[in-house]
């Protein structure tokens, strides 16, 4: 039998376990183990009834997804069979009992489902979380859920993809009992109770699969949310499909139809963008020069400086995680003002149903504001977000260096300014880094981290690890100006107002980046974030402009104007009470004049054009910043512009589009703006060099000697 399944007995019944760490996932040899080991269970006359369960702290958590590359590239013939050994299972003459803790995900589901009963530990959960690798269950699992739950349950966990807990699960019948205490021994009891009784083949059991009328109104609404909730993605509408011939269709026919759906779904570039995704969320986590046991620096405690729009945030992002925090304010109406926001916060959530009263009244409990240092002397962990400015951070940086113990974190969340100088108003430029969240931080999941000259791999193992423990995804990123997300959003933005202004308009900009599957277009984005944020910052670096290269006019003109965006009720759009963006003829007819007064030409404008222009701005800033070393790999420039930007998961993330597309096709597309738009243009060497090589950025290493 292979090594990665064992079969074992508690006297008259058989214990299959799977040990496939870290997650037991299906990968070659698990199921012809499992095979393997049903037929000896079938043919063992001493043999009652079975347990099938996972080793370590899963029970089977899916497929092996490194597996899906391997067939849609052709390195292996072997495609994704578990069909006829669940089929196998099923027909075992002897009671297979899945004993689930853990996860039982995708494929682990399926073949949870195959057994005769499932026993779970009350904290398991299951899950056809599938569609967010866009794919859909291919392993029957479309048929056999809706037989279990009924209809309008598996609809929802196919085509959501989001787990239920184990509680949930008993409810439903997708399993059959909770065993407290130990698993195994539970499961072996409950096998024996139930051997030599008629066992159920989970195929067979049609009466939850519903009436058509029932059906056509659960299907209707299923697709109606899919439009909206995953807008233009393929899987979760195949899944509702497949679920749909289940309920149509007899079981083999099902089966059939999943398989097409699946198949498809598998080979599209939207499964394997979101593949990327699911590998690279986990590829950021490591860093090369910081190895996995590099000492962690216990985080129990922490303080933020500052209770603005970003520090309010950061403060519940610590409290979420349990994590006690101070919350320094220079005077009591500012401190009162970031207090009460974060009430509302929480209480937004509560009235949601999201949270309960309790859960608040928890987290307000962990936040403890103040005007003072007192208590900074003991925190493990500083994060300052005060107003941007060089003199303010350096005098904060000077301060937390007298008070802070040694060993403490002290970390900004400054957006544009250089670490390595914050630090050098500090003694132990060591412990300095940045923690550079994203706006609400309290829900935006990007944490870029941002590692300075002198940081410490202590301190980036620590905020690494962190990042987790806070529900966020940390990307490491170097000390440039704008580290990785925003120097790539500059010229993004920049691209955005010069569109308009060679009169591509103001609605066709947004929406073909919305309809591209962005989460806003990039000028509603401005007037979310506030225009004024890039106008003061563009004052501040005004010097660092090239004479005679073009600058856009729009934004600065609209802040000129008190158009700010929402906040002042007005910025590219107009908002009425409700914050409804309309469009104003009055900058219409601005942008006209504008633009004729700096000598930009204006004219009909492609869609296709306005998609090329902002995205290949992005791709081609990216590609010098990976030049450069200041994101690790392309994967990492991917990672943030998903988490950070609203970036759509199925293109996989800029630099993934742009292989996607064809390096040597984008290469000639930015040289032809490079002509037609001069300098700002100029196509980024490593693109060219890869280009001309046939290559990707996601196969591009950085020597290690030149990394920032
Ligand atoms: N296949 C291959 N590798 C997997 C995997 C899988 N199904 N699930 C997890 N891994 C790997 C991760 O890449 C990671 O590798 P690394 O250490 O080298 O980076 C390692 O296992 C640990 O994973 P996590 O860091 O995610 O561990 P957590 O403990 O945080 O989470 C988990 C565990 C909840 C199981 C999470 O890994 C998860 O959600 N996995 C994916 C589950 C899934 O999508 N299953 C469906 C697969 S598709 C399928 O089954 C198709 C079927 O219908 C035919
Ligand atoms: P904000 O203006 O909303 O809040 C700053 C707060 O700091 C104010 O309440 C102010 O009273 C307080 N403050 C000033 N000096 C202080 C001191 N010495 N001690 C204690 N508190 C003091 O600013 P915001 O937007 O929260 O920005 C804070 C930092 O976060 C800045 O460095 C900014 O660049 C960065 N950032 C901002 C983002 C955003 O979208 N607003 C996104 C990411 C980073």
Not at 399 to 415: M, P, Q, W
Not at 424 to 431: D, F, L, V
Request: net charge neutral; hydrophobic share 45%; charged share 25%.
């Amino acid at each position: 039998m292979s090594d990665l399944v064992q079969l074992t007995k508690d006297n008259d019944i058989a214990i299959i376990t799977v040990n496939n760490p870290p997650v037991n996932a299906l990968s070659p040899g698990v199921p012809e183990g499992i095979s393997e080991a049903i037929e000896q269970i079938d043919k063992d006359p001493t043999v009652k009834a079975a347990v099938l369960m996972g080793a370590g702290k899963t029970f089977v958590a899916g497929a092996d997804i490194k597996e899906f590359g391997k067939i849609t590239s052709g390195k292996t013939e072997r495609g994704i069979a578990f069909v006829p050994l669940l089929k196998r299972i099923e027909d075992c003459s002897k009671p297979v009992v899945m004993a689930i803790h853990g996860t039982a995900f995708g494929g682990g589901l399926e073949l949870a489902m195959a057994g005769h009963y499932r026993v779970a530990a009350p904290t398991a959960q299951v899950g056809q979380p599938e569609v967010k690798l866009g794919i859909i269950p291919g392993a029957a699992g479309t048929q056999r859920l809706p037989r279990l739950a009924g209809v309008a349950k598996a609809v929802e966990m196919c085509a959501d993809g989001n787990p239920i807990k184990a509680k949930e699960a008993l409810s439903l019948g997708i399993v059959d009992k909770l065993i407290d205490g130990d698993l195994l021994t539970g499961a072996v009891a409950f096998a024996r109770e139930v051997a030599g009784k008629p066992a159920r083949k989970t195929r067979e059991r049609n009466e939850k699969l519903g009436t058509p009328e029932q059906n056509a109104a659960i299907f209707a609404a299923a697709r109606d949310a899919a439009r909206k909730k995953a807008r233009g993605l393929m899987a979760p509408l195949a899944a509702i499909d497949a679920v749909e011939a289940a309920t149509k269709l007899p079981f083999d026919q099902g089966v059939e139809a999943e398989r097409k759906l699946f198949t498809e779904c598998l080979f599209s570039d939207q499964s394997k963008a979101m593949i990327h995704v699911f590998f690279g969320e986990r590829e950021v986590a490591k860093v090369p020069d910081v190895p996995k046991e590099t000492p962690i620096i216990p985080v129990n405690s922490a303080a933020v400086i500052g209770a603005g729009t970003m520090g309010g945030g950061i403060a519940m992002v610590f409290a979420n995680a349990g994590i006690p925090v101070l919350l320094r304010e220079a005077d009591q109406a500012a401190l009162d003002r970031g207090l009460n926001t974060i009430r509302k916060n929480y209480d937004n959530s509560v009235k949601k149903g999201r949270f309960t009263q309790q859960y608040m009244d928890e987290r307000m409990a962990l936040i403890k504001p103040t005007l003072s240092y007192d208590g900074f002397e003991s925190v493990d962990m500083v994060v300052e977000a005060v107003f941007e400015g060089m003199a303010l951070k350096k005098q904060v940086f000077g301060d937390l260096d007298k008070i802070c113990k040694k060993g403490a974190i002290l970390a900004s969340n400054t957006s544009t300014l250089s670490i390595d100088e914050i630090a050098s108003a500090t003694s132990r430029p060591g412990s300095v880094i940045g923690t550079h969240f994203f706006s609400p931080a309290n829900v935006m999941r990007l944490l870029e981290i941002v590692r300075g000259k002198a940081t410490s791999k202590e301190v980036i193992a620590t905020c690494m690890q962190l990042s987790k423990k806070l529900g966020k995804v940390g990307v490491l990123v170097g000390n440039c100006r704008g580290f990785v997300g925003n120097r790539m959003f500059g010229p993004y933005r920049r691209e955005a107002q010069f569109l308009v202004e060679e009169g591509a308009g103001i609605e066709a900009v947004d929406k073909a980046m919305y309809d591209f599957g962005m989460a806003m277009g990039p000028l509603a984005v401005g007037d979310l974030a506030g225009l004024d944020v890039g106008w003061r910052i563009r004052k501040e670096f005004k010097h660092l402009e090239k004479p005679g290269v073009r600058q856009p006019l729009a934004e600065d003109r609209l802040c000129e104007m008190g158009r700010y965006g929402q906040k002042t009720g007005a910025g590219w759009y107009k908002y009425d009470e409700n914050r409804r963006a309309i469009l104003d003829p009055v900058v219409e007819e601005n942008i006209r004049k504008w633009a004729a007064e700096a000598g930009v030409k204006q004219h009909a404008i492609l869609k296709e054009e306005i998609v090329d222009r902002l995205i290949y701005a992005l791709v081609n800033e990216g590609a010098r910043i990976l030049a450069e070393g200041f994101a690790l790999r392309a994967v990492d420039i991917d990672i943030i512009y998903l988490t950070g930007y609203g970036f759509p998961a199925h293109r996989g993330g800029p630099m993934w589009y742009a292989d996607t597309v064809g390096l040597k096709k984008v290469y000639d597309r930015i040289s032809e703006f490079h002509k037609q738009h001069g300098e700002l243009w100029e196509p980024a060497p490593l693109l060219k060099r890869l280009a001309e090589e046939g290559k990707s950025f996601a196969g591009f290493i950085k020597e290690p000697s030149a990394a920032a």
